[in-house]
């Protein structure tokens, strides 16, 4: 029976229209054995956090019914009273704590009972006259209940209409039931495409538009916490229209609030720009673009609502207070686990192919960042980074995808073997090029971006241990590199008042999963240091004074390390990763 409950949730978490991300509910009442044997009614409902659309069976937490049932004679109840009765009548301790409304399902008399955010249903909950107009678009056989927050007083006055043929919530939304998982959700299906029919409410478009133009934007709203943003053109219309004050100070239903704010554009992280449409800030892409989502319904619905019947009602500043700052909805913000470390942080990689790079790439969206890779191929960006188009590219796409940039770990680079006497020249020049200029390029052109954003930043350049300590045989390589260590310090000194901070790695001999190692590489260094190719990664680990392999993620570690806060005072430094080499200890 539970799994026919998860199915009906799924099929109206799945539909945009009547739910989003979190919101709504649903419940069946079922009948189940306690620990004793015996057969008892059970009522199955949404726990406070889960999402309708994943949900599964463990998302709905059971409630023994024949000890809710008896509240309805009760006069009142505080919201903490009912948290705490509600927690002695759960059939499995350890499950989610139940939904606000659990009472307002179990006082139903209907074995299935659901609960939507319909954005059609909700232009006509905020019509100036809520219940005239639910009437007209519904028919009289479907009740409306005055707004008052989810709890105790409620379940009590939806329940006084359960011979109704639906409920409408003023400023919330739509509860149906049934005796058949079909029957209450045909009829959610029903009453909200009517509405929709009545309110010329049209499917809610998103088109995606980049946000390269916003860097400023981010930077403003990004002061206290790191934010990626996600652009919304087909708001376009709504962020011209001359009422765009007063869709901007409303929403769709209170529930809403908790995700996107109670106003757009007063201090929220949702805004209507004009020529552009919506814009949604979010610690990270996945909540940027589910409030870009939110923001399209919710606007749509009040637009709606304003157009049919010419203004439309909502809270009062009281009751959005009451809301927001109410404990039992907050609850469902307080159960996402802590954000990772880089959380909002937006870092190219480049060289982010192999070795180091992809290493790199991978620990650092592992932190929460989002990542932008960079490399020949098998990378977000394909190219040559010596050419000045791709390395521009790369950063318009980066804005692009997320507005802003904080972080650029610059990993690509190429071997360069042969003694100065017999060294191509093309092949000296094309070292330079890409273990040098390259870098050079892409610095050139974050710049501007890092200092439009006002941020800071972090700029972090993966040079090799062959900057202080060169290889013979190796110095179109080593020349390249120790450039790199000056262009990380020049970085330092000229980003200091920015607050961009730049640093260096020197990694030595890092083997695993590097196409700098090439078998003839590997033959020619072996051939210098006068060991057997099998021999050469024993070899480097043990002339270091840890005796240690060097890995990528060793260097991943340091990289993580220089990009995150925890080196917010660090610039300008070259740190070691090489197992400990005498010679190429920075000086």
């Not at 045909?186 to 929709?196: F, K, Q, W, Y």
């Amino acid at each position: 029976m539970i799994d026919a409950l998860v199915e009906r949730a799924r099929r109206i978490g799945a539909d945009p229209a009547l739910v989003l991300h979190g919101g709504g509910n649903t419940s069946s009442k079922l009948a189940e054995r306690d620990h004793a044997g015996r057969e008892r009614r059970v009522l199955r409902i949404k726990g406070s956090g889960s999402d309708l659309a994943t949900c599964e069976a463990r998302d709905f937490p059971g409630l023994w019914l024949d000890e809710l049932l008896p509240l309805r004679e009760r006069e009142a109840m505080s919201d903490e009273e009912m948290v705490a009765y509600l927690a002695r009548c759960v059939v499995e301790p350890d499950a989610l704590r139940p939904s606000i409304e659990t009472l307002l399902h179990a006082f139903l008399p209907a074995v299935h009972v659901d609960h939507v955010h319909a954005d059609a249903i909700c232009a006509l909950a905020n019509a100036p006259d809520p219940e005239a107009a639910v009437h007209d678009a519904l028919g009289d056989d479907v009740a409306v209940v005055p707004y008052l927050r989810p709890g105790f007083e409620l379940s009590k006055r939806v329940a006084e209409h359960a011979d109704a043929r639906a409920v409408v919530l003023v400023h919330r939304g739509l509860v149906t039931w049934g005796d058949t998982h079909d029957e209450s959700y045909g009829l959610t299906r029903e009453l909200a495409d009517r509405a929709a029919a009545y309110v010329g409410l049209q499917p809610v478009e998103i088109v995606r538009r980049g946000a390269g133009s916003l860097v400023a934007l981010r930077g403003q709203i990004s002061k206290e916490r790191r934010q990626v943003l996600a652009v919304d053109a087909a708001q376009q219309a709504i962020a011209e229209r001359d009422d765009v004050d007063e869709i901007a100070a409303m929403r769709s239903t209170p529930d809403h609030m908790l995700r996107i704010g109670a106003r757009t554009g007063g201090g929220g992280p949702v805004f209507l720009v004009p020529g552009l449409g919506c814009v949604a800030a979010g610690p990270n892409k996945r909540i940027a673009e589910q409030r870009l989502e939110i923001a399209a319904h919710t606007h749509a619905s009040v637009a709606a609502t304003r157009d049919r019947f010419g203004g439309a009602s909502w809270l009062t500043e009281d009751e959005v207070r009451d809301f927001v700052d109410w404990p039992l909805e907050l609850y469902k913000l307080t159960l996402a686990p802590p954000p990772p470390e880089l959380e909002g942080h937006v870092a190219i990689v480049t060289g982010a192919a192999s070795g180091i790079g992809r290493e790199v790439a991978a620990d650092l969206a592992a932190r929460g960042a989002e990542v932008v890779t960079a490399d020949l191929h098998d990378a977000d960006v394909e190219g040559d980074l010596t050419d000045p188009h791709v390395a521009g590219e790369l950063v318009r796409i980066t804005l692009g995808r997320y507005g802003g940039l904080d972080a650029v770990v610059f990993c690509a680079g190429i071997a360069a073997t042969g003694e100065l006497g017999e060294l191509p020249d093309e092949e000296w020049r094309r070292s330079i090029e890409v273990n040098l200029t390259s870098h050079f390029l892409l610095t050139k052109r974050v710049w501007p971006v890092l200092r439009e954003q006002g941020l800071g930043g972090s700029l972090v350049y993966v040079a090799s241990k062959n900057a202080f300590a060169p290889g013979a045989g190796f110095g179109a390589y080593s020349v390249a590199k120790a450039g790199l260590v000056q262009l990380a310090k020049i970085a330092a000194l000229e980003g200091g008042p920015l607050g961009v901070r730049a640093n260096a790695v020197n990694p030595d001999a890092v083997f695993g999963g590097s196409k700098l190692w090439s078998e003839e590489v590997r033959r020619e260094r072996a051939a210098a240091h006068g060991v057997a190719v099998d021999e050469l990664e024993a070899f480097y680990a043990g002339r270091s004074l840890l005796g240690r392999e060097v890995t990528a993620h060793d260097v991943a570690e340091t990289v993580a390390f220089l990009v995150s806060d925890r080196s917010r005072n660090t610039t300008g430094a070259v740190i070691p990763i090489d197992g400990g080499v005498p010679g190429a200890f920075p000086r």
